[in-house]
């Protein structure tokens, strides 16, 4: 049975027991409304999304042991590489930062399984662009619930996306850019109902 709502409890169990029964090196990007929850900005999400940085031949084994606990725990997930869908934004590696929540869980399992697989939010200013390219009601409700805590904010998701746009013209999106300014302008409207100002122009 699948667990309709997620809390950080359920959501930290299930990168555990992957951290545990995995065994390999490697790197796991948690993100999506899943992240915003460990870090104690939402209280629950319906499923987990994340992608992995791990050797080829490492990829199989991963994704058999995800399905396992995802069965077990009851939980969906879904792995996708943000940089599959959009070109990513200069510096995203570097704004990765990692999940405490894990380490401070007091779980047995948080020590040197985690140190092997290491556990990290994926970039939000990514994330934002990625889930905007999309555009459904709740990709907008995570971008600003992402905005609404502190992980990005307007006027430098203006000036990544100024750089960013260019290449949108050059790599597939699965949209026209103009599609994509016009998801955007209609995010920073939502902000603006908020109460938010914001110093977008478009």
């Given at each position: 049975m699948v667990a309709k709502y997620l809390d950080a409890h359920s959501i930290g169990r299930f990168l555990?027991?992957?951290?545990?029964?995995?065994?390999g090196g490697g790197r796991f990007y948690l993100y999506?409304?899943?992240?915003?929850?460990?870090?104690?900005?939402?209280?629950?999400?319906t499923e987990v999304t994340y992608c992995v940085e791990l050797g080829s031949e490492d990829l199989p084994l991963f994704d058999r042991i995800a399905r396992e606990v995802g069965g077990e725990l009851g939980i969906r997930h879904f792995r996708e590489h943000p940089g599959e869908v959009?070109?990513?934004?200069?510096?995203?590696a570097q704004r990765a930062r990692p999940i405490e929540a894990l380490h401070r869980s007091g779980d047995q399992l948080?020590?040197?399984?985690?140190?092997?697989?290491?556990?990290y939010h994926f970039d939000p200013y990514s994330i934002a662009f990625r889930f905007i390219a999309r555009g459904d009601?709740?990709?907008y409700e995570l971008v600003l619930a992402m905005l609404e805590?502190?992980?990005?904010?307007?006027?430098?998701?203006?000036?990544?996306?100024?750089?960013?746009?260019?290449?949108?013209?050059?790599?597939?999106?699965?949209?026209?850019p103009a599609e994509f300014r016009r998801k955007y302008r209609g995010l920073c409207q939502m902000w603006r109902a908020m109460g938010h100002r914001t110093g977008i122009q478009f």
């Open positions: 555990n027991e992957i951290a545990y029964r995995f065994r999506g409304f899943a992240g915003l929850v460990l870090a104690g900005h939402r209280e629950w999400a959009i070109p990513l934004p200069e510096g995203y948080a020590g040197p399984a985690l140190d092997r697989l290491g556990f009601e709740q990709d805590a502190g992980w990005v904010n307007e006027q430098e998701m203006e000036r990544q996306l100024q750089a960013l746009l260019p290449r949108f013209s050059r790599r597939t999106i699965q949209q026209d």
